[in-house]
Protein backbone atom coordinates (compact mmCIF):
# COMPACT_ATOMS: atom_id res chain seq x y z
CA UNK A 1 0.00 0.00 0.00
CA UNK A 2 1.66 3.45 -1.19
CA UNK A 3 1.44 6.00 1.52
CA UNK A 4 -0.20 9.28 1.51
CA UNK A 5 2.17 11.72 0.59
CA UNK A 6 2.47 15.73 2.64
CA UNK A 7 1.02 17.59 -0.68
CA UNK A 8 -2.39 15.06 -1.10
CA UNK A 9 -2.93 15.98 2.82
CA UNK A 10 -2.56 19.45 2.66
CA UNK A 11 -5.13 19.33 -0.57
CA UNK A 12 -7.30 17.52 1.90
CA UNK A 13 -7.20 19.40 5.11
CA UNK A 14 -7.15 23.00 3.23
CA UNK A 15 -11.16 21.09 1.45
CA UNK A 16 -11.77 20.68 5.63
CA UNK A 17 -10.95 23.87 6.25
CA UNK A 18 -13.50 25.44 3.56
CA UNK A 19 -15.67 22.59 4.91
CA UNK A 20 -16.09 23.57 8.58
CA UNK A 21 -15.75 27.14 7.37
CA UNK A 22 -18.84 26.54 5.89
CA UNK A 23 -20.81 24.45 8.13
CA UNK A 24 -20.31 27.48 11.49
CA UNK A 25 -20.71 30.23 8.63
CA UNK A 26 -24.17 28.92 7.97
CA UNK A 27 -25.19 27.94 11.57
CA UNK A 28 -24.04 31.50 12.22
CA UNK A 29 -26.25 33.24 9.45
CA UNK A 30 -28.94 30.61 9.97
CA UNK A 31 -29.50 30.82 13.80
CA UNK A 32 -27.35 33.04 15.51
CA UNK A 33 -29.68 35.81 15.96
CA UNK A 34 -32.65 33.66 17.59
CA UNK A 35 -33.51 32.84 20.62
CA UNK A 36 -32.63 29.47 21.44
CA UNK A 37 -33.16 29.80 25.04
CA UNK A 38 -31.69 27.35 28.07
CA UNK A 39 -30.16 24.87 25.05
CA UNK A 40 -28.66 27.31 22.57
CA UNK A 41 -25.26 26.14 22.91
CA UNK A 42 -26.77 22.56 22.27
CA UNK A 43 -28.80 23.75 19.22
CA UNK A 44 -26.23 25.92 17.70
CA UNK A 45 -23.56 22.67 18.30
CA UNK A 46 -26.05 19.92 16.22
CA UNK A 47 -26.81 22.67 13.63
CA UNK A 48 -22.94 23.23 12.78
CA UNK A 49 -22.90 19.48 13.10
CA UNK A 50 -25.43 19.21 10.39
CA UNK A 51 -24.27 21.84 8.15
CA UNK A 52 -20.77 20.88 7.81
CA UNK A 53 -21.91 17.32 7.22
CA UNK A 54 -23.86 19.14 4.09
CA UNK A 55 -21.07 21.14 3.61
CA UNK A 56 -18.75 17.91 3.14
CA UNK A 57 -20.85 16.44 0.51
CA UNK A 58 -20.80 19.68 -1.78
CA UNK A 59 -17.14 20.64 -1.17
CA UNK A 60 -16.74 16.63 -2.09
CA UNK A 61 -18.78 16.62 -4.79
CA UNK A 62 -17.06 20.00 -6.02
CA UNK A 63 -13.78 18.58 -5.69
CA UNK A 64 -14.79 15.27 -7.94
CA UNK A 65 -16.69 18.07 -10.47
CA UNK A 66 -13.00 19.55 -11.17
CA UNK A 67 -10.89 16.49 -10.69
CA UNK A 68 -13.18 13.70 -11.32
CA UNK A 69 -12.34 9.94 -10.11
CA UNK A 70 -11.50 7.91 -13.20
CA UNK A 71 -10.75 4.44 -13.82
CA UNK A 72 -7.23 3.18 -14.44
CA UNK A 73 -4.08 1.78 -13.12
CA UNK A 74 -3.06 5.15 -11.04
CA UNK A 75 0.60 5.95 -11.36
CA UNK A 76 2.66 7.54 -8.77
CA UNK A 77 2.98 11.06 -8.34
CA UNK A 78 0.08 11.90 -11.02
CA UNK A 79 -2.68 14.11 -10.96
CA UNK A 80 -4.74 10.75 -10.47
CA UNK A 81 -2.85 9.93 -7.61
CA UNK A 82 -3.63 13.02 -5.74
CA UNK A 83 -7.16 12.83 -6.76
CA UNK A 84 -7.49 8.93 -5.62
CA UNK A 85 -5.88 9.75 -2.63
CA UNK A 86 -8.02 12.89 -1.71
CA UNK A 87 -10.76 10.58 -2.05
CA UNK A 88 -9.71 8.10 0.34
CA UNK A 89 -9.48 10.58 3.07
CA UNK A 90 -12.57 11.75 2.97
CA UNK A 91 -13.95 8.46 3.47
CA UNK A 92 -11.48 7.26 5.99
CA UNK A 93 -12.12 10.77 7.84
CA UNK A 94 -15.85 11.79 7.31
CA UNK A 95 -17.76 9.54 5.33
CA UNK A 96 -17.02 6.60 6.37
CA UNK A 97 -18.91 7.05 9.74
CA UNK A 98 -21.93 7.66 7.78
CA UNK A 99 -21.43 4.52 5.46
CA UNK A 100 -20.59 2.09 7.91
CA UNK A 101 -22.94 3.51 10.54
CA UNK A 102 -26.54 1.29 10.75
CA UNK A 103 -28.31 4.21 12.62
CA UNK A 104 -29.10 6.39 9.15
CA UNK A 105 -32.43 4.76 8.15
CA UNK A 106 -31.82 2.96 4.27
CA UNK A 107 -33.91 5.48 3.18
CA UNK A 108 -31.53 8.19 3.86
CA UNK A 109 -28.86 6.35 2.79
CA UNK A 110 -29.97 6.09 -0.77
CA UNK A 111 -30.03 10.03 -0.38
CA UNK A 112 -26.19 9.90 1.45
CA UNK A 113 -25.26 7.95 -1.96
CA UNK A 114 -27.07 9.94 -4.66
CA UNK A 115 -25.21 12.94 -3.23
CA UNK A 116 -21.58 11.06 -2.71
CA UNK A 117 -22.00 10.60 -6.78
CA UNK A 118 -23.54 6.98 -7.15
CA UNK A 119 -25.90 6.02 -9.93
CA UNK A 120 -28.70 4.56 -8.25
CA UNK A 121 -32.27 3.25 -10.60
CA UNK A 122 -35.68 3.93 -8.93
CA UNK A 123 -36.74 1.58 -6.27
CA UNK A 124 -32.60 0.63 -5.38
CA UNK A 125 -31.53 0.75 -1.53
CA UNK A 126 -28.09 -0.30 0.18
CA UNK A 127 -28.51 -2.15 3.57
CA UNK A 128 -24.54 -2.48 2.90
CA UNK A 129 -21.78 -0.20 2.29
CA UNK A 130 -20.77 1.45 -1.67
CA UNK A 131 -17.23 2.46 -0.59
CA UNK A 132 -16.79 3.89 -4.12
CA UNK A 133 -19.86 5.49 -4.86
CA UNK A 134 -18.67 7.68 -8.06
CA UNK A 135 -17.87 4.56 -9.63
CA UNK A 136 -20.63 2.30 -8.53
CA UNK A 137 -23.49 2.40 -11.20
CA UNK A 138 -26.56 -0.06 -10.44
CA UNK A 139 -30.18 -0.31 -11.91
CA UNK A 140 -33.20 -0.09 -11.08
CA UNK A 141 -35.43 -2.46 -8.22
CA UNK A 142 -31.86 -3.75 -6.91
CA UNK A 143 -31.18 -4.63 -3.25
CA UNK A 144 -28.12 -4.68 -1.59
CA UNK A 145 -28.60 -6.70 1.51
CA UNK A 146 -27.13 -6.12 5.42
CA UNK A 147 -23.20 -5.55 5.97
CA UNK A 148 -22.86 -6.43 1.76
CA UNK A 149 -19.86 -4.30 0.53
CA UNK A 150 -19.17 -3.23 -3.07
CA UNK A 151 -16.11 -1.39 -3.63
CA UNK A 152 -14.30 -0.14 -7.00
CA UNK A 153 -10.69 0.24 -6.06
CA UNK A 154 -7.90 -2.34 -6.10
CA UNK A 155 -4.95 -2.31 -3.57
CA UNK A 156 -2.08 -5.10 -4.51
CA UNK A 157 0.81 -4.00 -2.82
CA UNK A 158 2.00 -0.80 -4.37
CA UNK A 159 -0.59 -1.35 -7.30
CA UNK A 160 -3.28 1.10 -7.17
CA UNK A 161 -6.23 0.86 -9.32
CA UNK A 162 -9.88 1.62 -10.13
CA UNK A 163 -12.24 0.04 -12.21
CA UNK A 164 -15.88 0.34 -12.03
CA UNK A 165 -18.76 -2.00 -10.73
CA UNK A 166 -21.77 -2.21 -12.88
CA UNK A 167 -25.10 -3.81 -11.32
CA UNK A 168 -28.28 -4.53 -13.72
CA UNK A 169 -31.65 -3.78 -12.62
CA UNK A 170 -33.96 -6.44 -10.18
CA UNK A 171 -30.30 -7.61 -8.79
CA UNK A 172 -30.38 -9.34 -5.22
CA UNK A 173 -27.19 -8.62 -3.38
CA UNK A 174 -27.17 -11.19 0.12
CA UNK A 175 -26.08 -9.93 3.00
CA UNK A 176 -22.46 -9.76 3.88
CA UNK A 177 -21.32 -10.45 0.46
CA UNK A 178 -18.29 -8.99 -1.22
CA UNK A 179 -18.23 -7.67 -4.39
CA UNK A 180 -15.15 -6.24 -5.92
CA UNK A 181 -13.42 -4.39 -8.52
CA UNK A 182 -14.66 -4.47 -12.00
CA UNK A 183 -16.91 -6.98 -11.29
CA UNK A 184 -20.00 -6.62 -13.75
CA UNK A 185 -23.98 -8.41 -12.57
CA UNK A 186 -26.85 -8.94 -15.16
CA UNK A 187 -30.43 -8.01 -14.78
CA UNK A 188 -31.98 -10.21 -12.41
CA UNK A 189 -29.02 -11.69 -10.91
CA UNK A 190 -28.78 -12.94 -7.47
CA UNK A 191 -25.50 -13.21 -5.26
CA UNK A 192 -25.88 -15.21 -2.34
CA UNK A 193 -25.24 -14.01 1.10
CA UNK A 194 -21.54 -14.28 2.16
CA UNK A 195 -20.39 -14.87 -1.42
CA UNK A 196 -17.22 -12.99 -2.55
CA UNK A 197 -17.16 -11.82 -6.01
CA UNK A 198 -13.89 -11.41 -7.41
CA UNK A 199 -12.50 -8.81 -9.43
CA UNK A 200 -13.70 -8.17 -13.19
CA UNK A 201 -16.25 -11.02 -12.26
CA UNK A 202 -18.83 -11.02 -15.10
CA UNK A 203 -22.35 -12.58 -13.75
CA UNK A 204 -25.19 -13.40 -16.20
CA UNK A 205 -28.44 -12.13 -16.36
CA UNK A 206 -30.79 -14.25 -14.00
CA UNK A 207 -27.53 -16.65 -12.94
CA UNK A 208 -27.06 -17.45 -8.93
CA UNK A 209 -23.92 -17.15 -7.61
CA UNK A 210 -22.26 -18.21 -4.30
CA UNK A 211 -19.59 -18.96 -2.76
CA UNK A 212 -16.10 -18.06 -1.38
CA UNK A 213 -14.75 -17.15 -4.46
CA UNK A 214 -18.13 -16.78 -5.71
CA UNK A 215 -18.93 -19.53 -8.56
CA UNK A 216 -22.26 -19.84 -10.27
CA UNK A 217 -24.80 -22.28 -8.74
CA UNK A 218 -27.53 -21.81 -11.09
CA UNK A 219 -28.48 -20.95 -14.66
CA UNK A 220 -30.71 -18.37 -15.58
CA UNK A 221 -34.29 -19.58 -16.06
CA UNK A 222 -35.21 -20.06 -19.72
CA UNK A 223 -37.97 -17.79 -19.54
CA UNK A 224 -36.75 -15.42 -17.98
CA UNK A 225 -33.51 -15.09 -20.24
CA UNK A 226 -35.59 -14.58 -22.86
CA UNK A 227 -37.87 -12.25 -21.49
CA UNK A 228 -35.03 -9.64 -20.47
Known sequence: MRAIKPAQIAVFLGLLALILALGVGATALLLGGLPLGDFRGVALLLAAALLSCLSALLVYRCFLWAMPLREGEVAENSRHELVANVNFLFYLLLFNSLIRTHFIPVPIMRLVYLALGARLGANTYSA???LDPPLTRIGANTIIGHDAAIFAHVIEGAKLEFKAV????GVTIGATAVV????RIGDHAIVSAGAVVTKDTLIGAGETWGGVPARKI???PAARVGSA
Open 128 to 130: GAL
Open 180 to 183: MAGA
Open 218 to 220: KSA
Open 166 to 169: VIGD
